[in-house]
Structure formats: C-alpha cells, structure tokens
T-cell receptor, first 112, second 112 residues
Framework: QKEVEQNSGPLSVPEGAIASLNCTYS??????FFWYRQYSGKSPELIMF????GDKEDGRFTAQLNKASQYVSLLIRDSQPSDSATYLC????????????FGKGTKLTVNP | DGGITQSPKYLFRKEGQNVTLSCEQN?????MYWYRQDPGQGLRLIYY???????QKGDIAEGYSVSREKKESFPLTVTSAQKNPTAFYLC???????????FGPGTRLTVL
C-alpha cells in the first residue's frame, strides 16, 4: 500500500458548491498532516495543517482528520473558479525515520 | 521579505552538459530539499539536507549532485549522467527536517 493515496481526479464542481478532497494513509503513527495547493505551472503552497482529530477551519477551508480510519480531508466551501488547482496531501511519517511524504494530488476544477 | 528563491526560472541544456540550479532561503531554516516533478506526476525527492555541511540521497538521486556549504544555499547540479532531466525542479525548506515544507517558485529545465 502506498504511504499516501489520493484520487487523481479530476474533480469538477460548480461555483458555489462544496468541494471535498480526500486522502488516506498507511502509517498509523503519523501525527502531522498538511494540504498544499498547486496552480498549473506553479510551485505548491501550504494552505492548511492539522495535528489533532476533528475539524480545523480557516476561512472557506476545513481540514478534517480521522486517525482511527486513517484519512484526512479538505473541504472548500463556496468554491470559486480561483480554487481550480491540484491539491496535494502530505504527512509526516513516524515509522523509524521521520519524513514528509506527499500524495500525487487531486486536480480540482470549479466551473463558473 | 523572507522566502525561498530559485534561479533561473527557465533553463535550457544541451545533452551532455552539466547545469546547476540555484536555491537560496532567508528563513533561517535548517533543512532544505530538492524535488523533481514531471507532468501529471507527484513530487519525487532528489536530495535533502538536514543541516549545513550534511546531505542525504532521496528516492531518485542518480545523475544529480548537491552541496550545502552555507545554511542559506542548496544548489543542485544536474549532470550528464541524468538520462531524462527535462522536468520542473522544486526547492523547499523547513525549520527542522520533520516540519512542514515551504517551496520556492521552481526551475523548469528543458534538454534540447
């Protein structure tokens, strides 16, 4: 099983809808989780991080973490065309050697 | 302004040439990284450095070399031994090795 798995998409939602991006991981000891946004041709930008089970809200973004089920998600409320990008899930693994591991990303398109 | 700079933004190389990509940060971060990203692919770790004067191979180090003589600088040399060097190269840094990473704007390398 890959360390971090994301649905590659593309995920298409209408403007104003809620976009839901999901990520599952294999290392049960992982403690720190991150979401990066990458616009086409640009570098990844850190937009959210979450360390504890539950929800963390920042503006239109909500990160959700469920360590028992080993998934982390990102909800984008009131989606805008400017949210169209690839979203990368990342986490810090704990098994022996700590390192930051990235998923391959989910491409989101918000249609006007 | 604190941040990570990479130069050049675009680089063209003839086959058989070595080229060096620059990465500088003024965030006082200990750790620095080099990734490669190919179209539709995730980030692949080339080299990382946890502290000045020390660096380690990542998942795809063959055909690349690095140095870390100063805390602020982590240049990457793409040698002629790298068989398929055309890609988007991203430099990142973090406060410590196992913390969230911040990315520079990237260098797009094309082999002619």
């Amino acid at each position: 099983q890959k360390e971090v798995e994301q649905n590659s998409g593309p995920l298409s939602v209408p403007e104003g809808a809620i976009a839901s991006l999901n990520c599952t991981y294999s290392d049960r000891g992982s403690q720190s989780f991150f979401w990066y946004r990458q616009y086409s041709g640009k570098s990844p930008e850190l937009i959210m991080f979450i360390y504890s089970n539950g929800d963390k809200e920042d503006g239109r973004f909500t990160a959700q973490l469920n360590k028992a089920s080993q998934y982390v998600s990102l909800l984008i409320r009131d989606s805008q065309p400017s949210d169209s990008a690839t979203y990368l899930c990342a986490l810090i693994t704990q098994g022996g050697s700590e390192k930051l591991v990235f998923g391959k990303g989910t491409k989101l398109t918000v249609n006007p | 302004d604190g941040g990570i700079t990479q130069s050049p933004k675009y680089l063209f190389r003839k086959e058989g040439q070595n080229v060096t990509l620059s990465c500088e940060q003024n965030l006082n971060h200990d750790a620095m990284y080099w990734y490669r990203q190919d179209p539709g692919q995730g980030l692949r770790l080339i080299y990382y450095s946890q502290i000045v004067n020390d660096f380690q191979k990542g998942d795809i180090a063959e055909g690349y070399s690095v140095s870390r003589e100063k805390k602020e600088s982590f240049p990457l040399t793409v040698t002629s031994a790298q068989k398929n060097p055309t890609a988007f190269y991203l430099c990142a840094s973090s406060i410590r090795y196992y913390n969230e990473q911040f990315f520079g704007p990237g260098t797009r390398l094309t082999v002619l």
